[in-house]
């Protein structure tokens, strides 16, 4: 058998990292896309990363971007991938507010570029294409039902939830239409260490680190009320990937069902290090949403029942995961910052004893 060929957009992301490392420990030849920036933004990958020049490298990266169609529509016929997993994304919900227009296009209308891409490599090349859609659990906003399922209805309360929306229907119509394998993943709050900074767990658990070593005084968030079902990205990639191996394409909720508080999150954080989480997390309304999801959680028996799958992380063992993580980060800081203020110091008292 040939060896298998991946397309993953959004492979710098937090995501995709963990799902290029599961598909190259599957032997698999993995592509990524990654956008032109003139600074490197491939830090979440770099352990893994493989020079191209190396015969047979089994990590390749490829310039391109959701907005533009012929990049992706040349990267299909480039790489002709036996599966697509579109991650890419502007998926910090309340910078989708500052930013609506650039959300929908990226989340939204990039989706459909990509559907549409594959679509026409799969018409021009008679290979089959198995395309997994990051679909998101905020498309179920303030839903009536405590727990979510496929079924429930979608109430979106962001232009990233509206747009993720907008993604997740027209992957299920091309699926219905075309007769393609679409895989949609309705995915609760997954984070791990490699979460971006100013997502809320990542910021409470960075700021742990930072307060507990003295580097930091305060930390400040918006509402601690909001309850999410917090999981670990590396259980949930696993899930992404079985979608992908079954005869038939699906949608799935992949969650824990265990919601947990932004204040049980920082409790547990802060607790992680024998600190109160009160005498430190100041309130800063800047950080509210114009209109706020009070509460997610869902309910994965579908993906247990038809993948195989469950999750192994609860949130008590990914928040100390995280603060492990952070700490070291934070330790490496406070070296650096003793270190240069040694080294500071040493100059000054040398320009001293010259004059």
């Not at 907005?67 to 036996?82: A, E």
């Not at 609760?188 to 700021?207: L, M, Q």
Request: charged share 25%.
């Amino acid at each position: 058998m040939s060896i298998r060929r991946a397309l993953i957009t959004g492979i710098t992301g937090q995501d995709g990292s963990y799902l290029a490392e599961l598909l190259l420990s599957k032997g698999y030849e993995v592509h990524g896309v990654i956008r032109r920036s003139s600074s490197f933004n491939t830090a979440r990958i770099d352990h893994i990363y493989q020079d191209p020049h190396v015969p047979r490298a089994r990590l390749r990266l490829h310039f391109g971007d959701m907005t533009d169609s012929n990049s992706l529509q040349d990267l299909m016929r480039k790489v002709r991938p036996h599966e697509v997993y579109n991650l890419a994304s502007q998926s910090h919900v309340r910078v989708s507010f500052d930013m609506p227009i650039y959300t929908a296009e990226v989340d939204a209308i990039g989706a459909l570029r990509l559907l549409d891409a594959t679509r026409d490599f799969q018409q021009e090349s008679g290979q089959q294409v198995r395309f997994y859609q990051a679909s998101s659990s905020e498309q179920f906003g303030n839903n009536a039902s405590k727990v979510q399922n496929e079924l429930s209805p979608f109430r979106p309360r962001s232009p990233h939830a509206v747009a993720k929306v907008m993604a997740h229907n027209l992957a299920v119509n091309y699926r219905e239409a075309y007769g393609m394998h679409i895989s949609c993943g309705l995915c609760f709050n997954h984070e791990s260490p490699r979460r971006g900074e100013t997502f809320v767990t990542r910021k409470i658990t960075r700021a742990v680190g930072r307060i507990k070593l003295g580097l930091q005084d305060k930390l400040y968030l918006g509402s601690l009320e909001p309850k999410r079902d917090w999981g670990y990205a590396g259980d949930y990639v696993k899930a992404m990937w079985t979608m992908l191996q079954m005869d038939k394409a699906d949608d799935y909720v992949v969650a824990t069902g265990k919601p947990s508080s932004v204040r049980d999150f920082a409790e547990l954080a802060f607790g992680h290090v024998g600190l109160d989480y009160r005498e430190y997390v100041e309130y800063d309304p800047r950080y509210l949403r114009p209109s706020e999801v009070n509460e997610l959680c869902g309910d994965a028996s579908k993906a247990k029942a038809k993948l195989g799958w469950e999750p192994t992380t609860n949130v008590e063992q990914l928040a100390k995961m995280m603060v492990d993580s952070d700490m070291e980060l934070a330790q490496r800081e406070k070296v650096l910052r003793d270190h240069g203020h040694k080294v500071l110091a040493q100059v000054g008292q040398h320009d001293h004893h010259s004059r």
